[in-house]
């Protein structure tokens, strides 16, 4: 049974301790293992002024490992890699080309390598941007309601078992708080 991808508010605490139930957040079954993920919020305006330098060097960070199965964090592994390795795989058509371009007989494939190289490069940015949102967990950090001194991150594209899971270990761990917090009453002097 495929469940569509749902969203849960988190504190920015709850990431950075990886403060989660054993529940995978990808496909809801009994976590195996835990993965590593950073979540971002860049300034809108950083991106124009100094493009993705800056805004890199801006962007508020919170990481924290999630609850997975192995196969989940495969998943996550290959798509990676496999789009990932299309970019340094167009800087070596890149340089096939530009040799061949010092070729005497090689200056008709200069082109053909320079577009393949295009083409892997285009396929890995958009791999990596498309394969990745559309399997994996994403995460955007919100701004810090008045009265709190840390920010919420709204996590999407979790299995609706691991919402049930955390906000059932959030409503324990605040009735814990709240039970040790309250004082009992002196008894009734009669």
Not at 21 to 44: I, L, S, Y
Not at 137 to 145: F, S
Not at 160 to 171: E, L, Y
Request: glycine fraction near 8%; charged fraction near 10%.
């Amino acid at each position: 049974m495929i469940h569509s991808p749902a969203r849960l508010f988190v504190w920015q605490s709850e990431v950075a301790a990886s403060d989660f139930p054993p529940v995978c957040a990808m496909t809801g079954q009994a976590a195996e293992t835990w993965r590593k993920f950073t979540f971002r919020k860049t300034p809108p305006w950083a991106f124009w002024v100094g493009g993705i330098i800056l805004a890199a060097a801006l962007a508020e960070r919170t990481s924290g490992f999630l609850p997975l199965t192995r196969a989940s964090a495969k998943k996550l592994t290959t798509v990676t890699w496999t789009f990932g390795s299309m970019i340094p795989l167009a800087v070596l058509f890149w340089l096939i080309g530009i040799v061949l371009a010092f070729v005497p007989t090689g200056g008709s494939f200069v082109g053909l390598f320079l577009l393949l190289g295009l083409g892997a490069l285009f396929a890995g940015v958009i791999g990596l941007f498309i394969g990745r949102t559309a399997i994996m967990p994403m995460g955007k950090i919100l701004d810090p309601q008045p009265g709190y001194n840390q920010s919420v991150i709204e996590l999407r594209n979790v299995h609706p078992a691991f919402v049930a899971a955390v906000q059932q270990h959030q409503h324990s761990r605040y009735a814990q708080a709240y039970a040790r917090q309250a004082v009992p009453l002196p008894p009734e002097s009669k």
